[in-house]
């Protein structure tokens, strides 16, 4: 497909040829963005005006507004393939809700041609946050006027929430998300951090995460071509700058996408997809144009090399199949990293003038153009071999739940059945000392395996690993994943021990235990003999014998979701 476009970045000869047509945005003095109403009724209009621009609703934010979703077709045909943008996730952030205001009008006028290429967008992801409108929340954010809040209406910060689903809001996006099936996905944002003289950054999905053949592919053909019409027409662009607190002279990583995050999840569908950045001290109005134009021009690229990205998708599962290696911890490799030019400004220290210490501080006055380190490999610290099948109990309502609404194929099994099984037993974990996004999350969990038959009611899951969703399923059920199921805490309940014993009585059946059983008598007396500290301590010893009997209830840290190799 041949994308003609004919954009000019004077705004002011756009509002003269349809004035009618003009966004909020363009109304202004270029540093005020849309209202929640405005963006709806100027879209609705829209809608009205063009065949080729529909609104779809899908689900809800927490607050009960539905959430809307812009879509341009060029045609009736539903085959083509669509690009998905999101916006106002952080909603004061707003770059992108008034740029794709733009570009969706322009696309339904013909000053974009796109006629091979869908287009969707959500108008507004965190509607409730978006209407939470202030001036003052973004402190470090220069312009607009007026905007929202990161938060949503529960105070939850939905580009956490992909994988643990707390809000209405995550359970729509999996619902729209896998109902376009994007070949591209972009997620608009504002950055925090250093100062540079960079306008645009930002995050290309992880290329370890995305495989080798997508990953590639990505970061070396199709990422780099987008970003070399952003510089040809004057836009500075860098990766996202990681960095708080501290000049980025030194190097940074680049940055590792979990599936918490919007492009991390989708990529668990083998989806590319970059997170905008526009830095937050650049003027609104242009932070606004490079949101335009970045998304103008990944039209045009996903336009003429879709059958192309769709072909490096499909050879990509290859790379996912039973009895290969996945792996689920990367740790930045130290060691590997590229030498780039970086546009930043000379820093320094000088005394607050709050507390008389030293502060950090930028001087503008000063750039500088030097070479910086960029890290750019993960390795793998954690692999497991993929199996052929999960097996979930029916109990598991909020998983299976989630794998439904995640377009997961799955079968009942149709008999009591007992299976030869792969079964984790959690043996160490971490957790946060402070809640985190409502969840208190593990991290560092290990686990040993066991090989066992278990029995099977009628009605318990059956999960096939050769599906596309087959990472969300790696990503989500094997517990040392980063972002597990096991780490949101699902599955906390099997943490804890049930019943329990009172010593008086259970000291008669412990000493009966250790006459008639020569096994756990030797294995005991080899405890004492080998742990000064258990030999002295008769509780201990008398819970050791309960833990190693029959009486013991054995479900303890029993992670509940079975392998079949």
């Known amino acids: 497909m041949k994308l003609i476009i004919i954009f000019t970045l004077l705004l ?42 529909s609104i779809e609703n899908f689900g809800s934010d927490d607050n009960g507004e539905p959430i809307k979703v812009v879509v341009f077709s060029p045609s009736k045909s539903k085959d083509l393939p669509i690009i998905l943008i999101n916006n106002g996730i952080h909603p004061g952030e707003p770059d992108g809700i008034d740029a794709t205001m733009m570009l969706m009008r322009d696309l339904a006028t013909g000053k974009i041609q796109s006629e091979n290429l ?34 949503n209406a529960r105070n939850y910060d939905l580009n956490r929430d992909f994988i643990k689903n707390d809000s209405e809001n995550a359970k729509a996006f999996q619902q729209f998300f896998h109902h376009y099936k994007p070949i591209y996905f972009i997620d608009n944002h504002v950055s925090n951090g250093a100062d540079y003289q960079y306008l645009f950054t930002y995050i290309s999905t992880n290329k ?38 501290d000049p980025p002279d030194g190097g940074f990583p680049a940055f590792m996408d979990s599936p918490r995050y919007a492009t991390g999840y989708t990529a668990l569908f083998n989806t590319l997809g970059t997170v905008v950045e526009t830095h937050m001290l650049k003027p609104y109005k242009d ?27 499909r050879e990509s599962l290859s790379e996912v199949r039973p009895g290969k290696k996945y792996t ?34 930028y001087d503008r006055t000063k750039p500088f153009n030097k070479k910086v380190k960029f890290y750019t490999e993960y390795k793998p610290i954690k692999e497991i071999i993929i199996p052929r099948y999960y097996v979930v109990p029916k109990s598991e309502h909020q ?28 043996g160490d974990f971490k957790t946060v000392k402070n809640p985190f996004e409502g969840h208190y999350l593990h991290y560092e969990t290990h686990t040993t395996t066991e090989i066992s038959k278990i029995n099977f009611r009628k009605g318990d899951i059956l999960v096939s690993t050769e599906q596309e969703g087959v990472k969300y399923l790696l990503e989500t059920l094997e517990p040392q994943a980063t972002d597990s199921f096991f780490n949101w805490n699902f599955f906390d309940a099997v943490l804890g021990q049930k019943e329990y014993f009172s010593d008086y009585v259970f000291e008669d059946t412990a000493e009966e235990l250790l006459k008639n059983d020569k096994v756990l008598r030797e294995t005991f007396q080899l405890k004492k003999e080998g742990d000064p500290d258990f030999a002295k301590d008769g509780s201990a010893q008398l819970d050791w014998i309960y833990k190693n009997s029959v009486y013991y209830e054995g479900t303890v840290n029993r992670y509940p979701i079975f392998r079949i190799p």
């Open 399 to 426: 998983v299976i739940e989630t794998l439904k609404r995640n377009k997961i194929r799955m079968k009942e099994i149709g008999n009591d059945s007992v299976m030869q099984v792969e079964m984790y037993r959690i």
């Open 328 to 361: 689920l911890q990367w740790k930045l490799n130290e060691s590997k990293f590229r030498m780039i030019d970086f546009k930043g400004y000379e820093s320094g220290k000088k005394p607050s003038g709050v507390s008389g210490k030293q502060r950090l501080y």
């Open 118 to 151: 869908r287009v969707a967008a959500v108008q507004s992801y965190n509607i409730s946050g978006m209407m939470r409108r202030g001036k003052f929340s973004r402190a470090n954010q220069n312009g607009p006027e007026e905007y929202g809040f990161r938060g």
């Open 287 to 313: 932070r606004v144009r490079a949101t335009y134009e970045y998304m103008l021009h990944s039209i045009e690229y996903v336009g003429e090399n879709a059958s192309v990205i769709q072909k490096i998708k």
């Open 12 to 53: 002011s000869t756009i509002a003269s040829a349809q004035p009618e047509l003009q966004t909020p945005y363009e109304k202004g003095n270029g540093n005020q963005s849309t209202t929640y109403e405005e963006m709806v009724q100027y879209y609705s209009t829209l809608d009205e005006d063009f065949e080729t621009i």
């Open 208 to 245: 370890e995460r995305l495989g080798r053949t997508l990953g590639d592919f990505f970061h070396q053909k199709m990422q780099p071509e987008i970003l070399r019409q952003l510089e040809n027409n004057g836009i500075l662009t860098t990766p996202y700058v990681n960095v708080h607190g």
